[in-house]
């Protein structure tokens, strides 16, 4: 469904200087899998999850090489009219942070509407689709929600708000960029089960963006970690968790707390001194 193929992606700056931030990305999503792609803060994992729907402003992005093939589309090459009936529609993304994607003088209905009625001109009963999505994602009494604006939602809520957004178009591919950051981890533990939950009943792909190791084990079948924008390990979950050959992944799973460790020094880029520049 996805290939990305040698991506490479830079920054330019007022003098004309491009700094790079993608260094030759490749990656694989087949259809119902889920693809984790784990790094720290600035290792290039947001970039590349809005360059496959080409969200990157140009400039200061400059995309300097490489191939997007979506469903067999090279994305780099569609034009703004095939990316619009692309955006939301068939490839949808769920943000980190749901109070700022939210548009605050917007009701939850009228946001749901929109991407309902953009993407899915066939349902005629717009108001009971909202609410079906709105209780698929587990918000109790939904009806009474459709009215609220998002500043009257709790974070947790918010967060099922912006995913019954992402899904009701049923996209085959959804983008989930860190979903359960600003979350307490009971709340999280809700919202990637249902997550899950509804992959399975829609068949999409899912492209999960995370910097947390923990979270991963029992969502996605693959995984690849990224660092100072490439991808320096890929494989099978359980087989990168149990055996990981990176240094750098080493110290990703080894900063994953444990119950009856003693305490200890996390390890930090600085340890890695085995890690090429």
């Known amino acids: 469904m996805l290939k990305i193929d040698n991506l490479q992606i830079g920054f330019s700056s007022a003098s004309g200087a491009i700094t790079p931030a993608l260094r030759g990305v490749s990656l694989k999503l087949a259809k119902g899998e889920t693809l984790a792609l784990v790094g720290e803060s600035g ?7 809005l360059a496959i729907s080409r969200l990157l402003p140009t400039p ?20 703004d009219a095939e990316l619009r009936k692309i955006r939301g529609g068939k490839i949808a993304y769920i943000f980190q942070e749901p109070s700022t994607s939210l548009n605050p003088v917007y009701t939850i209905r009228s946001q749901l509407a929109e991407m309902i009625s953009l993407h899915r001109p066939d349902v005629t009963d717009v108001d009971a689709e909202i609410i079906r999505w709105l209780d698929a994602v587990g918000i109790n009494e939904p009806a009474r929600r459709l009215h609220d604006y998002p500043h009257q939602l709790s974070g947790g809520m918010q967060q099922r708000a912006m995913i019954a957004m992402a899904l009701s178009a049923r996209p085959d591919l ?13 709340i999280q533990a809700q919202i990637l089960t249902k997550l899950k939950e509804l992959q399975r009943e829609l068949g999409m792909a899912v492209l999960l963006i995370t910097h947390n190791f923990a979270i991963i084990r029992g969502i996605a079948s693959h995984v690849a970690v ?4 490439e991808i320096v390990e890929y494989g099978h979950t359980d087989q990168v968790l149990s055996d990981p050959h990176h240094p750098y992944t080493r110290a990703l799973i080894g900063c994953i707390p444990r119950l009856g460790d003693r305490r200890r020094r996390l390890p930090t880029i600085d340890d890695l001194k085995e890690i090429p520049a």
């Open 174 to 186: 959804l983008i989930a960029d860190e979903p359960t950051t600003a979350l307490d981890v009971t």
């Open 60 to 79: 200061p992005a400059v995309y300097q090489g490489g191939s997007i093939e979506f469903e067999g589309k090279n994305l780099l090459k569609a034009s």
């Open 226 to 229: 990224m660092y100072r924008g």
């Open 43 to 49: 290792s290039g994992k947001s970039v590349t999850a």
